[in-house]
Structures are given as C-alpha cells and as structure tokens.
C-alpha cells in the first residue's frame, strides 16, 4: 500500500471555527489532491498539488484554502466551518510520471456542528 | 461538464456474475478508472482502461468503447466480500484530474 496517512481521522468542531486536516505520504510522489465525499454526490476535487508550493482549485474549493511547503505535506483548512461542510475527507497522491492512478489515504470524518 | 452516470445501487447473487455499467463525457477523455471501495475506508484501484476492449485482471474485467462514452466493470464468481461500492471515475485532460460518479453500491446475497 500506498503510504499516505491523514490526521486526524476523526473530528468534532463547531460552526465558526477554523480547521485544518493534514495529508502525510513517504512516496516522494509528486501530486497530491483533496477530495470530499458525500451520500449521493460521490467523490469530488477540492483543490490539488503538483508540487511544492503549487496549487490549483477543484470543482468544490469555496471555503477551503490549502499549503504545500513540503513534498510530503499537504494541508487543507477550512477557514469558517460550516455545517455543510460535514463530510469525509479524502487525501490522494499519484506519480503522474508513470501512472495516473492516484492512490487514497484512509480519510477523516468531519462534522460540523 | 463531464458527467460521469452509473446506477446507484445493484444486487446479486454469491457465485453469480454482474456487470456494472458507466457512461462519460467523451470531450477531453483519456482514460476510465474503476476503483473498489469498501464501507468506512478509503477507495482501492481496480483498473484502468485507456484502449477500447475488455482486459481482464483475475474476477474482475473492465471494457471501454470510446466512441460511446460507455465503460463496465464485470465481476465474476461473486463473493460476499465484493460487497462494496464500485467507482467509476473519467480521466480529463485539464490537468489530469479524476471525475467520480456516485458509485454503485452492490449487494452481494448468499
């Protein structure tokens, strides 16, 4: 497997307030993506990295901003959280020198309250 | 936009075969990928189509025609562990980003 881990795996915070979710991988791969997942929209692109310090916006970024200071970190905050932004949170990474297929960390839970 | 379509939810039987299709966008098209994806974890690769025809990886096969847009995954001999969600997901060429559908949730029954 694929060595990307997320953290935290779980959270809990209230309207308002700002969070931020950190996606950690020892592949040296160099693009990185966030993606959330809800009931009935599947998985959809946040915001992507393809590579230190660049990044581009996906079809859902209003109210997520995101860094990459490090090939191996990329970090997605939630400015002001709101309630719909409850999800699951998906990091990935792919060696688009080789293969497009983006290998998927183990997600963090999210909820909003 | 690059709708990708695939039916929400399927069922079958344990030993059985099954067939779950999907259709796409073919403007800035470049390949389809199916990925597995159990309940409460992170989506696995299945495969990756970017020539039309079948190819065939153990139980599992994906074919492409990309003339019409249309793609399926077909698993044979089911089992109950195959009880998941199967993701179909559109290559595009604006930076080589991954357009999901839904997913298909599929039941395995004994």
């Known amino acids: 497997d694929a060595g990307i881990t997320q953290s935290p795996r779980h959270k809990v915070t209230e309207t308002g307030t700002p969070v931020t979710l950190r996606c950690h991988q020892t592949?040296?791969?160099?693009?990185m993506y966030w993606y959330r997942q809800d009931p009935g929209h599947g998985l959809r692109l946040i915001h992507y990295s393809y590579g230190v310090k660049d990044t581009d916006k996906g079809e859902v970024s209003d109210g997520y901003s995101v860094s990459r200071s490090k090939t191996e970190d990329f970090l997605l905050t939630l400015e002001s959280a709101t309630s719909s932004q409850t999800s699951v949170y998906f990091c990935?990474?792919?060696?688009?020198?080789?293969?497009?297929?983006?290998?998927f960390g183990p997600g963090t839970r999210l909820t909003v309250t | 936009g690059q709708n990708i379509d695939q039916p929400t939810e399927m069922t079958a039987t344990e030993g059985a075969i099954v067939q779950i299709n999907c259709t796409y966008q073919t403007s800035g098209f470049n390949g389809l990928f199916w990925y597995q994806q159990h309940a409460g974890e992170a989506p696995t690769f299945l495969s990756y189509n970017v020539l039309d025809g079948l190819e065939e990886k153990g139980r599992f096969s994906s074919f492409l025609s990309r003339s019409k847009g249309y793609s399926y995954l077909l698993l044979k001999e089911l089992q109950m562990k195959d009880s998941a969600s199967y993701l179909c997901?559109?290559?595009?060429?604006?930076?080589?980003?991954?357009?999901f559908g839904q997913g298909t949730e599929l039941s395995v029954k004994p």
């Open positions: 990935a990474i792919s060696d688009r020198e080789s293969s497009y297929e983006q290998y």
């Open positions: 592949e040296n791969h160099r693009y």
């Open positions: 997901a559109g290559l595009y060429n604006q930076g080589g980003k991954l357009i």
